[in-house]
């Protein structure tokens, strides 16, 4: 990867700004004309103005890199699912590299989800009511996200993945176990007993 697309911290920015600003002094006793004083002068003025536009520059890169992560490109598809735009998230959710294996693995779920929503318009509704609470899930707003989950319930009982979220959401999220168990006990009525089956063995769930 060439040197000006790698991406760069803050923190390494700033230090070479700030780095960059210093010259060498000369050594004790070390004549100094008036000329080299004034180069000296043009290169520290020249610097001041210049590096501050490359330090913008670095750090809008390292921003750019930020917005173009797998967590990023996973969470915009979440949030055009919520919004009822299918298509758009399905290019989103297909963006995700394979490398992002945990990203990779969530798009993956969630590319079936949007496939039944866009074959099916009579399931738009209760996918995007999941997807609101996949969105409010991820922005801490565990009231929201329950109420989303709830809806795309009440709209499809069998939506498995609707309970076995709102179930993390209530044992993780609202440190309610009971009702975290009970929507996992739910979502495993319906074949889907992945969580429920993981908090049997570890004793958190009966």
């Known amino acids: 990867m060439p040197f000006y697309s790698r991406p760069i911290s803050s923190h390494k920015a700033l230090w070479f700004y700030q780095n960059a600003l210093h010259y060498k002094k000369p050594l004790s006793g070390e004549k100094v004309t008036m000329k080299q004083i004034t180069t000296r002068i043009k290169k520290k003025f020249f610097f001041a103005l210049a590096l501050p536009i490359f330090a913008v520059l670095l750090l809008s890169t390292n921003y750019s890199h930020a917005a173009n992560s797998p967590q990023s490109i996973y969470e915009k598809g979440v949030k055009y699912a919520s919004e009822g735009k299918f298509e758009d998230a399905q290019r989103q959710f297909n963006m995700v590299p394979p490398s992002a294996v945990r990203y990779y693995k969530m798009a993956e779920n969630d590319l079936k989800l949007v496939a039944n929503a866009l074959s099916d318009p009579k399931r738009e509704a209760e996918n995007?009511?999941?997807?609101?609470?996949?969105?409010?899930?991820?922005?801490?707003?565990?009231?929201?996200?329950?109420?989303?989950?709830?809806?795309?319930?009440?709209?499809?009982?069998?939506?498995?993945?609707?309970?076995?979220?709102?179930?993390?959401?209530?044992?993780?999220?609202?440190?309610?176990?009971?009702?975290?168990?009970?929507?996992?006990?739910?979502?495993?009525?319906?074949?889907?007993?992945?969580?429920?089956?993981?908090?049997?063995?570890?004793?958190?769930?009966k």
């Not at 009231?143 to 993390?168: M, W």
């Not at 959401?169 to 009971?178: P, S, T």
């Open 128 to 205: 995007t009511h999941f997807f609101e609470g996949q969105y409010y899930a991820s922005k801490k707003k565990m009231q929201q996200a329950i109420l989303s989950y709830t809806k795309a319930i009440e709209l499809a009982p069998e939506f498995v993945n609707a309970y076995t979220a709102r179930g993390s959401i209530y044992f993780f999220g609202l440190n309610d176990r009971e009702e975290g168990c009970e929507d996992w006990k739910r979502a495993c009525a319906y074949s889907e007993c992945t969580a429920f089956n993981i908090a049997k063995e570890r004793k958190i769930c």
